[in-house]
């Protein structure tokens, strides 16, 4: 189930088959009654397949890596569940746009080690463009739990800004006060311009640089030149990790399981 590209578009290959057929019937290229039928029912084939089928094997695949990885599994997160997930901003802020909800949770079982294994949670968006397409994004978020005091901060693309709060620039006093970050300050970054370039950061501690340093920053670089930007959060416990409308496959998970334990290591020396 490797997927390089956005769930959104994903989805929208499924409607394909569909826009063809309709595009023949409009201006009646095939005429022949018996071949517009079988091209009606492969199409809705197609749909029926990304709505039922498709998400019976993500559980299927997320099953066996739970299995496999030591995780217990649960489609339909309870609350209770999800309640360190709610308290970090950008989560919040991802629930106020469409239809949203918490799927597919992997919580790791007590025999192996909080700190080196994850909580994992995907968040899925609806977008509908009428009555009859809608699409999913789905945006699949790693919390790694610290039990220490940290400095309260937010690294966040310009890419999620764009596509979830609709600006590029540093954050406007609207989007601060309903993101509940009235505490925090937009800290310019210093230590790297090709960083800079692609993230803004927000904090409570003027003095988060100290945290997120130059060797952190080159390591961003290398997802950056790799063309991958993850989001990273830390609401002065945990941190959280993602990369917007990104889910992935179970093999993809266990590197970014290892790369987000890889930098949570290095932001607590």
Request: net charge positive; aromatic share 16%.
């Amino acid at each position: 189930m490797k997927r390089n590209y956005r769930d959104f578009e994903f989805g929208i290959i499924f409607y394909i088959p569909m826009l063809i057929t309709l595009f023949i019937i409009e201006f009646k290229i095939i005429n022949d009654m018996r071949v517009i039928g079988s091209l009606f029912f492969i199409s809705l084939l197609s749909i029926i397949y990304y709505f039922f089928g498709d998400p019976i094997v993500r559980k299927n695949n997320l099953e066996k890596f739970a299995k496999h990885e030591s995780y217990d599994f649960f489609k339909v997160p309870l609350s209770n569940q999800l309640s360190e997930f709610k308290s970090f901003k950008s989560i919040n802020r991802l629930k106020s746009f469409g239809d949203f909800n918490f799927i597919n949770l992997l919580l790791p079982q007590q025999k192996i080690s909080r700190e080196q294994s994850p909580k994992i949670v995907t968040c899925r968006r609806e977008y509908r463009a009428d009555e009859l397409i809608r699409n999913y994004w789905y945006t699949q978020v790693y919390l790694f739990e610290t039990n220490k005091d940290l400095p309260s901060f937010l690294l966040i693309s310009h890419a999620l800004q764009k596509n979830i709060l609709q600006t590029e620039s540093k954050l406007s006093d609207k989007s601060m006060n309903e993101m509940q970050m009235q505490n925090y300050e937009f800290i310019d970054i210093k230590n790297n311009d090709l960083v800079k370039n692609k993230y803004n950061l927000y904090s409570t501690d003027k003095d988060i640089e100290s945290l997120l340093d130059r060797e952190f920053f080159n390591f961003i670089n290398d997802g950056i030149k790799k063309d991958m930007t993850v989001n990273i959060e830390s609401n002065g416990r945990n941190f959280i990790f993602y990369v917007t409308d990104k889910r992935h496959s179970i093999h993809e998970m266990n590197f970014y399981i290892n790369l987000f334990g890889i930098m949570t290591k290095k932001l607590l020396q």
